[in-house]
Each structure stands twice: as C-alpha cells, then as structure tokens.
C-alpha cells in the first residue's frame, strides 16, 4: 500500500489550503490558526508565507500555529540555520510587525469568511473555479434532455471518476486475482472509461446497433468533440 494514500485523499487535503485562501483569522489563543499560511496579520490579506519568501524557505514545520511561533525563544527550533541575508532581514521585518500582537489564552481563533458575505457553498466553489474553463463537453452533457441519473453517470466518466477496474487499482483497492483489466476482452488491456465506453470490442458492437463508429486514439473529452463534429 503507497503510504500516502489514494489520491482522492490528496485532493481533499488540498482543499484544506483552498480553505484556508478564503478565510480571516481573528486571534484568541492562537493555537490553531497557522502562522505562515492564514490570513491573521494586521491588514494583510495574503498570509505571510506569499510575504515573506525568504524566511518562509528556511522555517522548519510550515505549519506551527501562530502562538507557537511568537512566544519562541529558540531560532534554532524553528529555521534552518544559518539564515541567508535576505531572511534575515525578512525575520527582523516580521519580529517587529508581531510585536504589538497580544494572544487570549481564554478565548479560541475565530474564523470568518473573506470572500465578501456569509460563507455558502456556492460563493466557495465560484472562487475556487473562478480561473477554469470548463470543457465544452460539459455544457452539452447538463443540457441535454436527459434523465439526471444519466447525467450524474456521464459528469462522472468525464471526470474519470467512475470505479473503472483501473480507476480501482489508482485508489489501491484490492480485486480478486489481482485483475485491472477488462473483462470483456480476449487480450484484456487496462478498463479505463476510453476503452469500456468507445474501444473495447463490445462497447463497439453496441454502438454499431445505433450506427455510431468513434474514433479509436483520444482521451473521452476527445472522442466526444470527434463524436459530435461528425455526427451533429
Ligand atoms: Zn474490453
């Protein structure tokens, strides 16, 4: 088993840090806001490690809570030393800027949302998404006129989220025999969505009943503006 994990996982911690872009921190305690990567310093709003380059390249643990680090006495726990000139001067700058700053023992971090109005899911997702071009593949798919179960099937293979044998074997689950590949097939290549949905023998015998013929290289999304070019 990878020790990391599957990548599904990987990409819902990443969501923590996307998390963390679009939110403030008052301070109570300071024990559980991050020093270098929220946002809780003066009237900055970026965190301090999109600040300070320099010192950020020489911290030990980039994610020390914020009390952690202003009540250190010990340089040593918390760089790598020495410090180059420019970090130096970075953590002076920083030293300074913390000074004033005064930690509630009896009261916790408080966490607003930056994003201009109370958090919804809606407001998050079109922050997060604000920079992507969706393929027009998915326009097509959420207009056609169709159930939205098949809808739901079809967002998911575009996606390569479906539980695919190769898909299976990328998420570390185990199947009998220790077999990814197809089942339909006599000389079985890897069951990805391309091959169970447009390559493989069988996939091309159904279509054929509705007069259908894809082209036989390209990922999904590929196939998919091939198949609609010719076929209108
Ligand atoms: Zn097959």
């Known amino acids: 088993m990878d020790p990391v994990g599957s990548f599904r996982w990987r990409d819902v911690m990443q969501l923590s840090d996307v998390f963390r872009g679009i939110t403030r921190v ?15 310093f003066d009237d900055c709003d970026t965190p301090l490690m999109e600040i300070y380059h320099g010192a950020f390249s020489f911290y030990i643990n980039e994610d020390e809570p914020v009390a952690k680090i202003i009540t250190a006495t010990d340089p040593s726990l918390i760089f790598h030393l020495p410090l180059s000139t420019q970090a130096r ?11 004033h700053v005064l930690l509630d023992e009896g009261c916790t971090d408080a966490w607003e949302c930056n994003l ?9 997702y079109d922050n997060c998404l604000r920079d992507t071009a969706a393929d027009d593949a998915f326009r097509w798919l959420w207009k056609a006129k169709s159930p939205i ?8 293979s575009f996606l390569d989220r479906l539980n695919t044998r190769n898909m299976l074997r990328r998420t570390h689950f185990v199947m009998e025999g220790n077999t990814y590949t197809c089942m339909l097939c006599q000389n079985p290549p890897k069951e990805t969505v391309e091959h169970l949905f447009f390559t493989c023998p069988f996939s091309q015998q159904c279509w054929d009943k509705v007069g259908m013929l894809w ?18």
Not at 116 to 124: E, T, W
Not at 149 to 156: A, C, E, I, N, V
Not at 216 to 227: D, K, Q
């Open 149 to 156: 179960k098949f809808k739901m099937f079809g967002w998911l």
């Open 26 to 40: 008052t301070l109570g305690n300071g024990s559980s806001s991050l020093f270098w990567k929220d946002v809780w």
């Open 116 to 124: 201009g109005g109370a958090f919804s899911s809606k407001l998050y």
């Open 89 to 99: 001067e970075e953590v002076r700058g920083i030293q300074q800027g913390t000074m």
């Open 215 to 232: 082209p036989s290289t390209g990922n999904r999304l590929a196939l998919l503006h091939a198949g609609r070019e010719h076929w209108r």
